[in-house]
């Protein structure tokens, strides 16, 4: 995480604003990694939710994932619940489907825990994009074998 100082704060949140979507991505990503993340944390859902451009959407998302603890994932999460357009719907989940992190055995296991812990989340958004990923899970015996090839599995 970084540590900013008021002025690099502020300026991390005035070009949130930005009308350039490279601005806005360099914020995104910026925001997400502060350690002041509960105090710009209206600015990274809206930036999640970028209606203009999904690279702003998408830096923020891997950003905040990158963190790798639940603050993070549950912004992500958040923003997935509050998802309309089809476009940035995609952007989340890809950017949750596709973190290589949770590909590794220490990585499913930390998302497997920080999933459980907000399973009693507050927001009925989080909680239900939660159980869609949990559902989705295969039990850790099944890692190494391959899926049922006449199984579809979503």
């Known amino acids: 995480m ?58 923020t998302a891997v950003a905040l994932l990158a963190r790798k603890d639940t603050v993070g994932l549950r912004c992500v999460l958040l923003a997935a619940s509050y998802s309309v357009e089809t476009w940035t719907a995609d952007e989340i989940y890809t950017a949750l489907n596709g973190d290589p992190d949770w590909m590794t055995t220490n990585g499913a296991d930390r998302l497997i825990k920080q999933l459980y812990e907000l399973a009693t989340d507050d927001d009925a958004g989080v ?9 989705g899970l295969r039990p850790r015996e099944q890692w190494t074998r391959e899926p049922d090839s006449g199984t579809c599995r979503h």
């Open 2 to 59: 970084i540590s900013f100082n008021d002025q690099e704060l502020s300026a991390a949140i005035q070009n949130a604003d930005s009308a350039a979507w490279s601005v806005r991505a360099v914020a995104g990503r910026q925001l997400a990694m502060s350690d002041k993340i509960d105090v710009v944390a209206d600015i990274i859902h809206r930036l999640l939710l970028d209606a203009q451009d999904t690279a702003v959407t998408q830096e």
């Open 127 to 135: 909680r239900h994009e939660v159980q869609e990923i949990l559902a």
